[in-house]
């Protein structure tokens, strides 16, 4: 089987591919490197640096079974000053890629949405229907989730749209202005600096190990029930920042007291998944905090320190 994966030099896009070799899928891996970097992408992927806006990216469809469409300009405030920007490459890119895979006879494009879509809902856990963006950035994503809608409609494409929760796990990069707030608090840690938390470090978000994604992206190739539908990848459970940081800072067994730095009123104070859906078709979080925790800083001590 075949299988092409844009923004395959990020974070999800790199373990995706990493999974999928294992079990022997020939992959295809898109990135024009904005933001990824090549020396994340797995051994053994063909990989092409190429815009996801391309129009001669469809030659690169040919015989391919399954899209995993993640690319997409994702920074919230770089999203926010540069609309324009967001919207040509989150949603002209995404149409683009449909208009490969229908031209290619693709059998499913798997694209990625996010939980910023619920950012101004009060109803928690968010259930899929619970929709209220706020930011350019999930007004972005939540167009991606209509557009896959008409193009069912009209031209018959499948696709499944993934709304991610908060995804952690080795390959995070840490090599970014700000980093994603799990490997920016191990990898100062581990360098005996105090890590910044944003705000007061009470806001909550629903944590999900990057492996139990990837049982869901395994299960959108074999399982018919995700067909045009769109699925919250969450744990179902929250957490508060500061205890996050007391979680990693146990497992470390270090006491540095942590610097409270700027609010960001953009963001939501707390996000929960309502994962009911994923769960009635098979899926089920299996890696807890604390385990997935230990993996991510063996990660960072084996690969980054
Ligand atoms: N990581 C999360 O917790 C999370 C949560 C919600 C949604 N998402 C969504 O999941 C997807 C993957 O997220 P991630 O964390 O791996 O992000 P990432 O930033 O690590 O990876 C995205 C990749 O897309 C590439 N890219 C950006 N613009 C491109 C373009 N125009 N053409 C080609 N490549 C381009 C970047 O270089 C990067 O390698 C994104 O669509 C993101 O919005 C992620």
Same mark, same amino acid.
């Given at each position: 089987m075949k299988i092409l994966i844009t923004g395959v030099a990020g974070f999800i896009g790199s373990n995706l591919a990493h999974s999928l070799l294992k079990?022997? +899928?020939?992959?295809?891996?898109?990135?024009?490197? *904005?933001?990824?970097?090549?020396? !994340?992408? /797995?051994? %053994?992927?063909?990989?092409? @640096?190429?815009?996801?806006?391309?129009? $001669?990216?469809?030659?690169? +469809?040919?015989?391919?079974?399954?899209?995993?469409?993640?690319?997409? @300009?994702?920074?919230?405030?770089?999203? !926010?000053? $540069? /609309?324009?920007? &967001?919207?040509?490459? $989150?949603? $002209?890119?995404?149409?683009?890629?449909f208009d490969a895979a229908l031209k290619n006879n693709v059998k499913k494009v798997i694209y990625a949405e996010s939980s910023a879509v619920y950012e101004g809902s009060k109803v928690l856990p968010s259930k899929e229907s619970d929709i209220a963006p706020e930011s350019i950035y999930a007004i972005s994503k939540i167009t991606t989730n209509l557009?896959? =809608?008409?193009? +069912?409609? &009209?031209?018959?494409?499948? &696709?499944?749209?993934?709304?991610?929760?908060n995804v952690y796990g080795p390959r995070q990069d840490y090599r970014r202005t700000i980093p994603p707030v799990f490997s920016a608090f191990i990898i100062n840690l581990l360098n005996n600096k105090r890590p910044t938390i944003f705000g007061d470090g009470s806001k909550k978000r629903d944590f999900i190990y990057v492996d139990d994604v990837n049982r869901f992206h395994l299960m959108c190739i074999e399982n018919a029930d995700t067909n045009n539908d769109i699925f919250n990848i969450g744990s179902g459970k929250n957490y508060s920042i500061k205890s996050i940081y007391k979680n990693i800072t146990d497992i470390l067994n270090l006491d540095i007291k942590p610097i409270f730095g700027q609010n960001f009123d953009f963001e939501a104070q707390?996000?929960?998944?309502?994962?009911?859906?994923? !769960? =009635?078709? %098979?899926? *089920? /979080?299996?890696?807890?905090? *604390?385990?997935g925790l230990k993996k991510s800083i063996d990660y960072i001590k084996e690969h980054v320190i």
């Amino acid at each position: 089987m075949k299988i092409l994966i844009t923004g395959v030099a990020g974070f999800i896009g790199s373990n995706l591919a990493h999974s999928l070799l294992k079990r022997n +899928f020939t992959v295809i891996g898109i990135d024009n490197l *904005s933001y990824g970097v090549k020396d !994340q992408i /797995p051994k %053994g992927v063909i990989f092409h @640096k190429i815009d996801i806006r391309d129009k $001669n990216i469809s030659q690169l +469809f040919e015989k391919v079974d399954y899209v995993f469409h993640l690319a997409a @300009k994702n920074c919230i405030t770089d999203c !926010q000053e $540069n /609309p324009l920007e &967001t919207f040509d490459i $989150n949603v $002209n890119g995404t149409i683009n890629i449909f208009d490969a895979a229908l031209k290619n006879n693709v059998k499913k494009v798997i694209y990625a949405e996010s939980s910023a879509v619920y950012e101004g809902s009060k109803v928690l856990p968010s259930k899929e229907s619970d929709i209220a963006p706020e930011s350019i950035y999930a007004i972005s994503k939540i167009t991606t989730n209509l557009i896959a =809608k008409d193009y +069912f409609k &009209t031209k018959g494409l499948i &696709t499944t749209g993934l709304r991610y929760f908060n995804v952690y796990g080795p390959r995070q990069d840490y090599r970014r202005t700000i980093p994603p707030v799990f490997s920016a608090f191990i990898i100062n840690l581990l360098n005996n600096k105090r890590p910044t938390i944003f705000g007061d470090g009470s806001k909550k978000r629903d944590f999900i190990y990057v492996d139990d994604v990837n049982r869901f992206h395994l299960m959108c190739i074999e399982n018919a029930d995700t067909n045009n539908d769109i699925f919250n990848i969450g744990s179902g459970k929250n957490y508060s920042i500061k205890s996050i940081y007391k979680n990693i800072t146990d497992i470390l067994n270090l006491d540095i007291k942590p610097i409270f730095g700027q609010n960001f009123d953009f963001e939501a104070q707390e996000n929960l998944a309502n994962i009911d859906k994923a !769960q =009635k078709i %098979g899926w *089920s /979080p299996k890696v807890s905090l *604390s385990n997935g925790l230990k993996k991510s800083i063996d990660y960072i001590k084996e690969h980054v320190i």
